[in-house]
């Protein structure tokens, strides 16, 4: 039988940094959307990017008032063992010309689309669990 433990912040930060994948959550059109995007975690913060046009970014304000979630996991079935983190914060705008230009050399999306966009996501709840045997 497998166990739930929770993670520290810290654990968790670590962990969502070590894999390059995950959701992110928003509203779009007054409902909860959810869509796989790579990222990379920037202290308390994780970045993405994005279209202009898409319902992620224009969820993304410059100060930050819309929260939204991000989830990254990593389970094996086989063994029941792996761990989850979840992320709340609000999504940023990233306008700082220095930072936009660092985060776009850092962060090439997978998909074949105009990415013109950064987004952070502020880290200002963090919950995460490791899956792992009892005993």
């Not at 224009?58 to 063994?79: C, F, H, N």
């Not at 050399?105 to 200002?124: A, E, S």
Request: hydrophobic fraction near 45%; proline fraction near 4%; aromatic fraction near 4%.
């Amino acid at each position: 039988m497998a166990r739930l433990r929770p993670l520290s912040r810290e654990r968790c930060l670590d962990l969502l940094a070590s894999v390059p994948v995950g959701r992110v959550v928003f509203t779009m059109r007054a409902l909860p959307a959810i869509r796989p995007v790579n990222h990379l975690v920037d202290g308390d913060t994780i970045v993405i990017r994005s279209n202009l046009g898409s319902g992620l970014a224009s969820s993304a304000t410059a100060d930050g008032a819309v929260v939204v979630a991000y989830e990254a996991d990593v389970i094996d079935l086989e063994r029941r063992t792996g761990w989850t983190v979840v992320v709340t914060g609000a999504a940023r705008l990233v306008l700082d010309e220095e930072r936009l230009n660092r985060y776009e050399g850092q962060l090439h999306p997978w998909v074949d689309d105009t990415m013109n966009c950064v987004i952070g996501i502020d880290c200002d709840l963090v919950t995460g669990y490791e899956l792992g045997r009892a005993g």
